[in-house]
């Protein structure tokens, strides 16, 4: 499954762009999904640009991009970029990976 949610800015706000990379019904992504989708609407509200890729069906594209774990994001915008491996529910790792303060 491949799934884009772009968001217009917000203003003069920076557009975060992110890849969250997945294993389709597992718990931890899952888990991982519904995370970075309340942390976006809390904590970024329009400026944000999130990819969810699912390893199972693009597997290739997932080891091209040197992912080996799942669930993982990655920012790809503004810099600088970061990852972060698990199922995001340590918010304050999150914000701190995104470059967004609490």
Avoid: W
């Amino acid at each position: 499954m491949k799934k884009n949610a772009t968001k217009p800015s917000a203003g003069l706000m920076a557009i975060v762009v992110m890849r969250l990379y997945v294993a389709q019904g597992a718990p931890n992504s899952v888990k991982a999904i519904a995370n970075l989708e309340a942390i976006c609407r809390k904590h970024l509200s329009d400026a944000f640009k999130l990819e969810i890729i699912d390893v199972l069906e693009f597997p290739l594209r997932a080891l091209a991009d040197g992912i080996l774990v799942t669930p993982s994001l990655a920012k790809l915008s503004p810099s600088p970029s970061a990852k972060i491996v698990g199922d995001l529910s340590d918010r304050s790792s999150v914000l701190s990976a995104l470059g967004i303060k609490e």
